[in-house]
């Protein structure tokens, strides 16, 4: 068996796995329910997963690698930071519509449940301080740029983005982004962001027009 067929078969069960989960919840899934939903038979699925944490955890190590570029990507393709920092807004409203046919309820009911959890609970605290550090990244490089005059420390900014963007997504999760109105917060925290970073007038013209 070829590396490229193990790595085949494994996302294969991956994706079954991540379809169980959204359906049904990680609490209640089990592996019986990923070997129906794979096809595959019982000893080919546990010949690379010896269980649904596993598989939780390896899914979210790829959401993890996924979230590592997503600096680099945003800041080269948009002309401002600011411009790039707008872009993450308006991909935290697309994601709050849709909440329920994706990982992040799944993420939440896992973690959160599990936080005693030894293996979660460090998996929680370091994903929470490459998150900060990645929003400080894209800070800092609007400050580098000229483009912000923060009134507080960024590393201040960064965790407040991330206190906010964990609330309304639990919110939307347990009401719907409508009745949570998340359009409508969504846009209250930009205002607050753009005062807070003491963005300049004309850069934010220039990423507007």
């Known amino acids: ?13 991956l994706q079954a796995a991540k379809r169980v ?13 990923v070997v129906e939903e794979s096809g595959l038979s019982r000893g080919g699925v546990y010949l690379y997963f010896s269980s649904t944490e596993e598989m939780l955890l390896a899914l979210i190590e790829e959401i993890d690698r996924d979230n590592d570029l997503q600096v680099e990507e945003l800041l080269a ?6 411009a790039a920092l707008d872009a993450l807004f308006e991909h935290l409203q697309s994601e709050l519509v849709h909440v329920g046919e994706g990982m992040i309820p ?3 009911e896992a973690l959160i449940a599990g936080w005693r959890n030894r293996t ?10 490459k998150a900060a550090d990645r929003i400080v990244q894209m800070l800092q490089a609007g400050v580098d740029r000229g483009e ?4 507080v420390p960024l590393d201040t900014i960064a965790r407040l ?4 963007n964990d609330g309304i997504m639990v919110e939307a999760t347990q009401f719907g982004a409508q009745r949570a109105r998340t359009a409508e917060q969504i846009e209250a925290i930009r205002q607050s962001f ?14 507007e027009s």
């Open 194 to 207: 753009r005062y807070l970073l003491g963005i300049r007038e004309e850069t934010a013209y220039r990423c």
């Open 161 to 164: 983005f991330l206190t906010f």
């Open 120 to 129: 979660y609970a460090e998996l929680m605290n370091g994903r929470y301080a």
């Open 77 to 82: 393709a948009y002309p401002t930071v600011w």
């Open 106 to 108: 799944v993420l939440y």
């Open 148 to 151: 912000f005059r923060p009134l």
């Open 21 to 33: 989960f959204i359906r049904q919840g990680y609490l209640t899934a089990t592996m019986k329910d």
């Open 1 to 13: 068996m070829t590396q490229e067929h193990k790595e085949s078969k494994r996302q294969e069960i």
